[in-house]
């Protein structure tokens, strides 16, 4: 299981506010909740725990199937695939793994037996053990839509980052060197916590400054601020945000003290991200 796995559950589910109310979150856990169902997602042991709640049989296994898809998007990648767990009611820590419950439905079994022939031997049912637990189908068709609505922001943060180099070129002209330097920087920030705090500086360094320069922004400029609040993806954000904050040190130097905002966000932060900036001439 990633080290870093709950904070990017916390930055996926706060990112799509349209969908889910971030309730609570800490570092290792978090509340969401949809259609008044409750999910709680915790990390424990190298383990992600879920516990849905609600009125709604059908609220509820909607739930379940969306925050299982987003944990299986940020693990498909791993070398092996974490073990899916289903809790044995009445057994202390007792647990059967998805795969041997969904093995044994397919040869027609529909009973599980907890230490079978054991003195301690208890017989379940599986359909009431995975009642509520999405199958893996119902899982894979959202993360085929999440798949899909990643694709679409992919491309259309490409079609920002286009836009924006064409308007830097006009104006810096180290501007390559910043472009090339952008993407190793961000992808140096592993902590996804870290890099939504550092998003959300620089998102209000660039409200601070259109409040203060709106009247002189052209239309370009106010077009590529919208794209940018508009994009789902922190590390996309920071890449465009780069740039972007760049024009402003150059065009707007008066009250927007870059160079002096650069400095109290290295000290902060540690981060080689903070020399791009005022990288212009």
Request: aromatic share 8%.
């Amino acid at each position: 299981m990633p080290a870093n796995i709950m904070s990017e559950i916390i930055v996926d589910f706060s990112s799509d506010s349209s969908r889910f109310n971030m309730e609570d979150c800490w570092k290792t856990g978090c509340y969401v909740v949809k259609n008044d169902c409750e999910a709680l997602i915790r990390k424990y042991n190298d383990r992600i725990q879920i516990k849905v709640k609600g009125e709604d049989k059908r609220a509820r296994r909607d739930l379940m199937i969306y925050v299982t898809a987003v944990i299986e998007i940020i693990n498909k990648d791993l070398p092996k695939p974490p073990l899916k767990l289903i809790p044995l009611p009445d057994i202390k820590n007792g647990e059967v793994q998805y795969q041997k419950l969904t093995n044994r439905l397919a040869k027609g079994k529909n009973t599980y037996y907890y230490h079978e022939d054991l003195e301690d031997e208890k017989a379940f049912d599986i359909g009431l053990l995975l009642d509520g637990i999405p199958t893996q189908s119902e899982i894979d068709k959202i993360m085929n839509r999440l798949d899909n609505k990643l694709d679409v922001v992919i491309d259309n943060t490409n079609k920002i980052k286009s836009e924006l180099q064409e308007h830097l070129t006009k104006i810096c002209k180290q501007n390559q060197q910043i472009q090339d330097k952008i993407a190793p920087a961000v992808a140096a920030i592993t902590d996804k916590t870290i890099q939504e705090e550092i998003c959300q500086e620089m998102l209000q360094l660039i409200s601070n400054a259109f409040t203060l320069h709106q009247a002189d922004m052209d239309e370009k400029l106010k077009a590529v601020y919208q794209q940018i609040q508009n994009t789902d993806i922190v590390s996309s954000k920071l890449e465009l945000s780069i740039p972007l904050l760049n024009v402003f040190g150059v065009n707007y130097k008066t009250e927007i003290d870059l160079k002096q905002w650069k400095k109290q966000m290295y000290e902060k932060y540690k981060l080689p991200l903070f020399n791009l900036f005022g990288y212009v001439g």
